[in-house]
């Protein structure tokens, strides 16, 4: 589903991903663990498109297209989601509108029929009582006066609306408390654990590993996978850290 | 007998584009009064016109505790000019919620003097202006406070998006304070759209110019929020951003010009 070879990309011309190769079949969640600075969120970013990340080398491909070619709203109609690790504010903006017209936008480009206002209203009604968010939430500006969680536990509403095929999960973990963790834990396995669907996790911890179960656990250190293996290797780091790990 | 020509030697008409107002001098060269009776309430909302040049020039006095309000879309596709001067007796309460959208080579300017003449008068004027291509949009904002004007709580808040390396944006906020007990608070800023909040609205699959569009919106259509009818000119705004943010040059660079500081008095 995603394939990614021999990726190399540099910010601000500093080079911070050196050869990253990873495969994540349809029906999987792989996670991705790494000390600070190692390149997990520059990963996330490239992935999505952020300008300014420039790939040097390599390739990327989501279901047999060549990812790095389409534009940033191009890869969200093809079905990629990211789920960001600071999530944006947007002042004068309120969540139901910037929702209905990204997915609208997306819907269009993919040929489907625009949701009414009323459809996506009753959507995102849905979709935000499953994450356990008022809402009453969704008609104020985007992200702003948000708590850091509230920030978190919106990303995986958005996730729910656009029902996407793969999601990359920057640190969605980070800023939430513990049942926090465990609804947006129980929030990723429902919307994305499907046979067609696919998920890579980018984490700091094993915590939410224990609600969201990975096939495969990558440690990046340095810009390249280092390690993989199942979630003892999470487990593994938790206990003895990075510097163990990559010896 | 026809006011005397303006020229750009008058700090009030420094940035207009005199050579289109020429023509049409005479029309607008008396400003129009406007009397708001003591406890009295007006609100107004100024949609743009049809024409090439739309000059405003209104004189509004305020009585004792009357309120107005006026919200004002200037876009002309030449020169626009809205010119307000205004007085408040005691207790009055001005508020004014403006915007200049312009694209092209367009000159669009707000110019307001609001004088406080009586104790405990209010006034608020909040300016949003768009800016593309080569256009240029300018605040001029004189607030004057006179003696035993105490009391007086006067706000501007101006601020201005650049969508293109060759647009100007002027802000130019003034005092004139002879009372000793007094609110006035100033602020401007000039910035461009902020490439991470287009890059999470692109991310969630808005095409660049929908995601402009919208962030655009998000800058300018609060204005009026507080109108009693404020379908018209919502519309209207929403024309004139689209006209504006769909000739897209991104990136763009700094600032061009910037006049008048980020400050709080």
């Not at chain 1, 938790?238 to 990559?246: D, I, L, T, V």
Request: aromatic letters at 6%; hydrophobic letters at 40%; glycine letters at 10%.
């Amino acid at each position: 589903m995603l394939e990614i070879t021999n990726l190399h990309a540099t910010v601000a011309d500093k080079p911070i991903l050196n050869g990253v190769s990873l495969h994540v079949p349809a029906g999987e969640v792989h996670a991705i663990m790494g000390p600070n600075g190692s390149g997990k969120s520059t990963l996330a970013y490239v992935l999505a498109g952020r300008p300014g990340y420039a790939v040097s080398e390599g390739s990327a491909t989501f279901d047999g297209r060549d990812l790095l070619a389409l534009e940033p709203h191009e890869r969200a109609a093809a079905g990629l989601f990211l789920g960001f690790q600071y999530p944006v504010e947007i002042p004068g903006v309120s969540y139901l509108q910037f929702l209905r017209e990204s997915l609208n936008s997306q819907r269009r480009s993919r040929g489907e029929a625009e949701l009414s206002g009323a459809e996506f209203i009753k959507l995102a009604r849905e979709q935000a009582k499953l994450l356990g968010m008022d809402a009453e939430m969704l008609k104020r500006p985007v992200n702003v006066g948000f708590s850091g969680g509230e920030k978190k536990r919106a990303e995986m509403v958005q996730m729910g609306i656009m029902q996407p095929k793969f999601a990359v999960l920057d640190e969605t973990d980070s800023g939430l408390d513990i049942d926090a963790l465990r609804i947006v834990g129980e929030g990723i396995n429902r919307i994305m654990r499907a046979p067609d669907k696919g998920v890579l996790l980018i984490t700091h911890y094993e915590r939410l590993l224990e609600y969201v179960r990975p096939d495969c656990v990558h440690v990046l250190q340095a810009g390249r996978i280092t390690r993989s293996g199942d979630i003892d290797l999470a487990r593994e780091l938790e206990r003895s850290g990075y510097a163990e790990a990559a010896a | 007998m026809t006011a005397p020509f303006p020229t750009r030697k008058q700090e009030e008409w420094r940035y207009a584009d005199l050579e289109a107002l020429q023509p049409v001098w005479e029309q607008f060269a008396e400003p129009l009064t406007l009397i708001v009776g003591p406890g009295e309430s007006f609100e107004e909302v100024w949609l743009p016109a049809n024409d090439d040049v739309q000059v405003r020039r209104i004189q509004l006095a305020l009585g004792t505790r009357a309120k107005a309000r006026i919200f004002a879309l200037n876009t002309a596709p030449v020169y626009g000019r809205l010119e307000l001067e205004v007085s408040l007796a005691e207790g009055a309460d001005f508020e004014l919620f403006g915007a200049n959208i312009g694209t092209g080579l367009s000159t669009n300017e707000i110019v307001t003097t609001v004088k406080h003449v009586g104790v405990g008068g209010r006034s608020r004027q909040v300016i949003r202006s768009v800016l593309n291509g080569k256009a240029t949009g300018s605040y001029l904002g004189k607030v004057e406070v006179a003696r035993g004007a105490q009391q007086t709580d006067a706000e501007q808040s101006i601020k201005a998006m650049l969508l293109d390396r060759g647009a100007t944006a002027n802000a130019k906020p003034e005092l004139e304070i002879f009372a000793d007990d007094v609110k006035c608070a100033h602020g401007a800023t000039v910035g461009e759209l902020d490439p991470m909040q287009l890059f999470y609205a692109e991310s969630r699959g808005l095409d660049p110019a929908s995601a402009r569009a919208l962030l655009l919106e998000g800058f300018v259509m609060g204005l009026w929020d507080s109108a009693k009818d404020g379908d018209a000119i919502a519309e209207a705004a929403r024309g004139a951003l689209r006209r504006v943010s769909s000739s897209p040059e991104r990136g763009g660079g700094p600032a061009k010009l910037v006049e008048g500081a980020s400050c709080q008095a």
